[in-house]
């Protein structure tokens, strides 16, 4: 009891010795033996990797056998990886290599690619938060996406483009609310219709107003912050100097929604209507009224990260053109275990995942399909992820329950 | 109690405080709720707003629409004062709605199966690309076996594939706790790039023939599925129908008079309990995942020994047959004669709204088939909304029973 509260609160020496500590070191070597064979350092020699590599797997051993079994694993895995990745690193070509792996574009990619998932991600914490099971994101950045492009089409301009994406996620959000608070519906059965819902409205919308000829190209889009002091900086410069407006704002996003869920009333609010309904119900809190906003934010947010995908980063659209990234979006949540920074680290390594796979076809001779197969790197991380290795997420206590008032 | 059974006197699971309803016991209780006429009606209103959004953004007549979409379907061809030109043309697409309804009853089967287990198998789409891939590699190649064996071999190997995939999320359901809706969505995605990997353009099992096409091996000629109906190089109907309804008897046996259906359908009204009455719950987990997976391996297996005969990258990623089966479970209330009837209906829509046969002059087949998608949502809506028909259950008891006092809602 005593060890346990001096781990607990401090006394950080203690702290040091845990399994759970060794195992995490454990992971740190398993990449940093991947890492050693890749630039700038780029050893050459594969003895390198294998030592550290050895020196993880020892450090996973040594934890599972003190009992934190799930880091141990995990570190063990990390140091044969890196062994793996790494010998496979000092075999192939230098200029293959820096070709591939030019950190700070490999960066800069990497947050282009998090940002609509941590847009969504932070959405599906509100709904989530709340006590509701959000599966219906990618229907909720799909139409973000289709009524981004088409607002900012009619509109003229890229601003109420997303106004209007943000409304269409609000109200796709609303429908999906109405039938899980109201008429307490399965909470995934109707997710899952309100992303068959919208795959068909604005494939619908889509094929009746551009037709074959696709969105038109003329669109205004949300313009990059260019930092023109910040350019030059070595390493700096060339990953936060031209960053688009919405990545900016995603940053700002998940500070926000760290003050107002764990630091306000409103989150204390959301949080007790997620955990005991019923209590938060006994002392006046309107549990319906909080999961509508709950459910409603997220639609607003997930939107808002569909109509940076059409209007920030890739600048059109297509039918399907979120291709499941809502559905990462929610495995960066549970990952994160439903915080707020926990979440964007994990849309941060999905991103860097895509990024990578990106980037990966440089790596390889013109011709091969085997860069195709990288594209399922964030889906093999997040199965990683979600069968815990990083340790059980629990999810708030009344997700997924309809409420009955009484 | 704070849950919608607890409320009911006669809801036949009262749920304890504490534990969320599973999706099974809520399905009972929908399933006790009505006979055939609340499906029947939440497709006609699914219907209604589908013609609705068609009259609306296009400004086409939504009955001219569905008749066209209906004679596409080829359902013409039971109507006896038809002409026989007609009927040639029905035959033709009947036997195209009935390939894609006996793909649809074994993707719905493999979400019906999981559901009455308590678990929503999303990933009845990756199981199916995985047994079509398994089978596309086997069919193809050992082109010296004999037909009947290569088939059986073909089939049996595409089936386990699926069920491991599945099995594989059931697993991880099963020892860890991950959560099966987002372990199966991460296989489909992973069996689709794997797809692209495989047939894609220098890909190791993409043709030997056609090297710019990113497409497999043709299978072997006499791997093909024995056709009943119609022409056999036209597409005609297969043998893997009976396959499908081979598949819905067992599935009603199983569930219904076995020891593993009974363990199953315990484990997906309640857990718990279950697991008190000394019921593995991780073994079921599993079992009923990797059922419902060979249900949709099979389905990819029939279908390219059916009529495919390849399988292309494009077929693969942009294949939703897994994705409707998730339509055809819900609306067919997971029994064998509803999965039926609904992948008959769905088959039809989605054939009567393919590019080869609705009139582009009428309606445009692209537009149709995401209206086909809009059906789907609004349908999964309703069904998914089991309120209202317990709304409707209540009020028949009222009709019943007179003046039976029932507490206000």
């Known amino acids: 009891m005593n060890a346990r509260a001096e781990t607990r609160f401090g006394n950080g020496w203690v702290r040091f010795g845990q399994p759970r500590s060794i195992g995490m070191l454990g992971i740190g070597l398993g990449l940093l033996a991947f890492w050693l064979a890749l630039p700038p350092l780029a050893t050459r020699t594969v003895l390198w990797p294998i030592f550290v590599g050895i020196l993880a797997v020892g450090a996973g051993i040594a934890a599972t056998s003190r009992g934190a079994g799930r880091v141990g694993w995990g570190a063990i895995a990390a140091g044969l990886a890196g062994i793996a990745f790494g010998a496979l690193a000092t075999r192939s070509s230098l200029g293959h290599l820096n070709t591939v792996v030019v950190w700070s574009a490999l960066l800069a990619s990497t947050l282009r690619y998090a940002t609509p998932l941590t847009f969504a991600a932070i959405g599906g914490m509100f709904s989530e938060r709340s006590g509701v099971v959000n599966i219906g994101l990618e229907g909720d950045m799909l139409m973000g996406s289709f009524f981004g492009i088409y607002g900012a089409d009619i509109t003229g301009s890229w601003f109420l483009g997303l106004l209007i994406a943000i409304l269409s996620g609000m109200l796709l959000a609303l429908i999906h609310a109405f039938f899980c608070i109201n008429l307490r519906a399965d909470q995934i059965v109707i997710g899952t219709a309100i992303n068959f819902l919208a795959l068909g409205v604005t494939g619908y919308l889509f094929v009746s107003h551009y037709g074959a000829n696709g969105a038109p190209t003329s669109i205004p889009v949300i313009p990059d912050i260019t930092f023109n002091w910040l350019q030059n900086v070595y390493f700096i410069g060339p990953i936060f100097g031209g960053l688009n407006l919405m990545i900016w704002l995603s940053f700002l996003l998940v500070i926000l929604s760290y003050i107002v869920m764990f630091r306000t009333p409103i989150g204390l609010r959301i949080r007790s209507v997620g955990e005991h309904p019923r209590a938060a119900d006994t002392v006046g809190i309107s549990v ?119 | 109690m704070s849950d919608l059974s607890g409320e009911t006197p006669e809801a036949p699971e009262p749920t304890p405080e504490g534990t969320i309803p599973s999706v099974a016991a809520r399905l009972a209780l929908y399933q006790r709720a009505g006979g055939f006429i609340v499906p029947l009606i939440t497709t006609v209103f699914a219907f209604f707003i589908g013609g609705l959004v068609v009259l609306v953004v296009t400004h086409k007549n939504p009955i001219s629409t569905y008749k066209a979409i209906f004679n596409g379907t080829g359902l013409n061809w039971f109507f006896p004062w038809i002409s026989h030109s007609e009927r040639v043309t029905a035959a033709f697409n009947l036997q195209a709605t009935l390939i894609l309804t006996t793909a649809l009853i074994l993707t719905g089967l493999a979400v019906a199966f999981a559901f009455r287990c308590g678990l929503f198998n999303i990933g009845g789409q990756g199981q199916y690309n995985l047994g079509a891939i398994v089978a596309v590699l086997v069919a193809s190649s050992w082109t010296g076996m004999p037909g009947v064996p290569h088939i059986l071999l073909s089939i049996v190997l595409g089936a386990l594939a699926g069920a491991l995939l599945a099995g594989f999320a059931g697993l991880l359901k099963a020892t860890v706790g991950a959560h099966e809706v987002i372990t199966t969505i991460m296989l489909n995605w992973i069996v689709f790039w794997l797809a692209g990997y495989l047939f894609g353009i220098g890909g190791p099992a993409q043709s030997s023939t056609q090297a710019s096409v990113p497409v497999s091996n043709e299978i072997a000629p006499n791997t093909h599925l024995h056709v009943f109906w119609g022409n056999p190089i036209l597409q005609g109907l297969h043998i893997g129908f009976f396959i499908a309804i081979g598949a819905l008897v067992a599935y009603w046996i199983i569930l219904n008079r076995t020891t593993l259906g009974f363990e199953v359908r315990a484990v997906g009204f309640n857990p718990e309990a279950a697991r008190y009455a000394g019921i593995s719950v991780a073994k079921n987990y599993f079992l009923a995942m990797a059922i419902a997976g060979v249900c949709a391996g099979l389905a990819g297996a029939i279908d390219v020994l059916g009529w495919k005969f390849r399988v292309g990258v494009d077929d693969v990623q942009g294949s939703s047959i897994g994705f409707i089966g998730i339509a055809v479970a819900l609306l067919g209330r997971n029994t064998a004669v509803g999965v039926f009837f609904s992948a008959l209906l769905f088959g039809a829509l989605v054939n009567g709204t393919s590019t080869r046969n609705l009139d582009p002059n009428i309606f445009q087949p692209e537009l149709a088939s995401n209206l086909t998608l809009m059906i789907q949502g609004l349908v999964l809506l309703f069904v998914g909304a089991d309120v209202i028909v317990i709304y409707f259950w209540r009020t028949r008891g009222k009709l019943a029973f007179w003046r039976r006092s029932e507490p206000a809602g």
């Open chain 1, 288 to 406: 319906y009224a909080t999961r509508y906003a709950g459910v409603v934010t997220s639609g607003g947010l997930a939107a808002m990260g569909g109509a940076y995908l059409s209007l920030g980063f890739v600048h059109t659209f297509d039918q399907n053109i979120t291709g499941g990234r809502g559905f990462i979006a929610l495995a960066a949540l549970i990952f994160g275990k439903w915080r707020p920074f926990g979440a964007f680290a994990a849309c941060l390594l999905f991103g860097f995942s895509s990024a990578l796979g990106d980037r990966l076809p440089d790596y390889f001779s013109q011709g091969s399909s085997v860069p195709v197969i990288f594209n399922a790197l964030p889906y093999v991380l997040t199965l990683i992820a979600v069968a815990g290795v990083v340790g059980r997420s629990i999810p708030p206590a009344a997700i997924g329950r309809p409420y009955v008032k009484q």
